[in-house]
């Protein structure tokens, strides 16, 4: 029981240091209206730390990763809303994935299609809750409710681009990543 929690607790301190790893190292910065956006691996950890640790275990380790990451490169502010929208999409997408997979059984290809599936979810919550906090956000600085919302609007094209590309990491390295954590994980 002891062994099983200490590899719990490093499945999890590997996740957020890689998810950490995922925005510091590479990121590309884009041009929006509100916030400070840019292309980066972050979210491609988070959702493998989901479908490899788990929901539960993944959330705590995105939650870590990225808000270690906004604390040390001033985004200081963002954290609240980092830590509360990553626990919830990791929670449920964690949940939808886990019966996804129970159905697929051994079946590659239903496994496949439930990561794609849980991956988009994950995606378009994440397009989702950054337009509304965007609209929010900008209202708080003082806007207009229609001036908040074109600026959400005209910054979530950096979300999607995100999301375009993390769907697209997500499908070329799941299963070699998967194979590569059940021998690592196999070992310990």
Partial sequence: MRDNRIQSMVLVA????????????????????VGTPFVHFGHVFVVMGIFLIGGKRGAVSGSIGLVVFDLLNGFVQDIPQVFLETVFKCLVIGALFAVLKKRAGKDVRKEFRAVFVCTVLYGLLNIVIEFVMGIVKMLF???????????SAVSIAATVI?????????????????????????EM
């Fill in 141 to 151: 600085l003082g806007s207009n409710f229609a001036a908040a919302v074109a600026g």
């Fill in 162 to 186: 995100n999301v375009v590309f993390l769907i697209a990491v997500i499908l070329v390295i799941y299963l070699p990543v998967k194979r590569l954590y059940a021998r690592a994980v196999g």
């Fill in 14 to 33: 590997v996740f957020a240091a890689i998810t950490y790893l995922g925005i510091q190292v590479f990121r590309i910065p884009m041009p929006a209206a």
